[in-house]
């Protein structure tokens, strides 16, 4: 499996955005599904947003709507995440990675090819 690689984290105020990437490496993520999950210390990982191939089925949890924004470049195999109006809560190792179930789509049993994760860390 390829692993893909994520980046664009970092600290940021209460309120401020970032945008993480999910570069994927050659064809490895073609014709499959993507998403954004993140852990924090201590707890689970969970969903946070997914896209479906062609980009038009678009997923995301609760606690994001309205602040998130999923979106891809297949031209550039690269995913990814707008996130604005972030929060401390939202502070979080952030994976991105390949969906192969698509009725897992909201569950990471339905993923494979994880990168190694983008640290976001929001400050209060």
């Not at 064809?27 to 038009?56: C, D, H, I, M, N």
């Not at 990814?80 to 952030?94: C, F, G, H, I, R």
């Amino acid at each position: 499996q390829v692993q893909p690689v994520e980046s664009g984290g970092g600290l940021v105020q209460a309120g401020g955005s970032l945008r993480l990437s999910c570069a994927a490496s050659g064809r490895a993520f073609s014709g499959y599904g993507t998403g954004w999950f993140r852990q924090a210390p201590g707890k689970e990982r969970e969903f946070v947003a997914a896209l479906s191939w062609s980009g038009t089925m678009t997923y995301y949890a609760d606690p994001v709507k309205g602040r998130f924004t999923i979106s891809r470049d297949n031209a550039k195999s690269t995913v990814y995440l707008q996130m604005n109006s972030l929060k401390p809560e939202d502070t979080a190792v952030y994976y991105c990675a390949r969906r192969y179930m698509a009725r897992q789509t909201m569950s990471a049993l339905g993923y494979d090819s994880w990168g190694q994760g983008t640290q976001v860390t929001v400050s209060s």
